[in-house]
């Protein structure tokens, strides 16, 4: 059995699990305890760690089954790890998303079946720049006054990935309070960069309630902003946050390996 503590940020979400070595196998026991965690704090993140691409994938495992990314990206020979990078090798990209900043998104929620847990792996990272903030859509939900939360229970917005090639023929919808089927509670469910208009209403009184939806759900009391170091892996819960990258410098190199979560998976 593995003993561990958990420490959380302070902030409105997310903690760090010290005292795991994560190239080992960990006992049901533990995977429990871990997984409770989870859904407690939303992100988990894990410090100095030194594990090979089947050591992420084991430990995905833990958290439901974890599939080949829907973006393509070849010469994997692990074909569910995905690189995340800036770097260019023989004038070839190595991972996908370049060094710009990414707005505020829940993974994969241009799908009908979105991302449910995502864990990235941190190989080389920038002096400064590349982090990644996490909010907490609990928070933000709960925080509402009364009048909005009805205003909004029972709505459905359409989600779309700005690269039209991504997206489903259909157009995909999801409610705009979503409800998190593992802990029951209720998460706004909408971003800046993948939400594309709240359905069956007129263009710019949706666009208005989905504005003021998402400054506040992006508010900084809900937010915690991660700083990398080589050796972190931190996994989050697209069910109840949404996430954005800062930029850094281009000539500096970020590279990480990403596994994905589908499905309701076993947290
Ligand atoms: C992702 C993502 C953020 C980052 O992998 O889904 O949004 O910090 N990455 O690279
Ligand atoms: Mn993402």
Redesign the pocket.
């Known amino acids: 059995m593995s003993t561990f503590e958990v420490i959380p940020t302070g902030r409105a979400l997310g903690a760090e699990v010290i005292g795991l070595d994560l190239r080992r196998e960990l006992d049901e026991y533990t995977v429990g305890r871990l997984r409770a965690a989870f859904l407690d704090h939303c992100v988990l993140f894990f410090r100095g760690q030194e594990i090979s691409q089947a050591d992420l994938v084991r430990f995905t495992r833990y958290f439901g089954n974890p599939v080949p990314h829907v973006r393509p990206q070849p010469d994997r020979p692990i074909e569910e790890i995905f690189v995340?990078s800036n770097v260019t090798e023989d004038g070839k990209p190595i991972g996908a998303?370049g060094s710009e900043g990414?707005p505020f998104?829940s993974?994969l929620s241009y799908l009908p079946e979105p991302g449910t847990v995502?864990l990235?792996y941190a190989l080389e990272i920038p002096d400064e720049g590349?982090e990644?903030m996490w909010a907490n859509g609990y928070a933000a939900y709960e925080a509402l006054d009364p009048d909005m939360q009805t205003r909004i229970n029972g709505l459905s917005a359409v989600h779309r990935h700005p690269i039209d090639a991504l997206n489903t023929p259909e157009p995909t919808t999801h409610p705009v309070v979503r409800t998190h089927p593992e802990t029951g509670r209720e998460v706004i469910y909408v971003s800046p960069h993948l939400t594309y208009r709240i359905t069956g209403m007129e263009r710019e009184v949706g666009q208005a309630l989905l504005d003021e939806l998402i400054a506040h759900a992006t508010h900084s009391r809900f937010v915690w902003k991660h700083i990398w170091q080589v050796g972190d892996l931190v996994m989050w819960d697209n069910r109840c946050t949404m996430?954005r990258?800062t930029p850094f410098d281009d000539r500096q190199r970020r590279v990480?390996w990403?596994t994905q979560v589908f499905g309701a998976g076993t947290v």
């Open positions: 995340i998303l990414i998104h993974d995502s990235l590349g990644t996430h990258r990480m990403r």
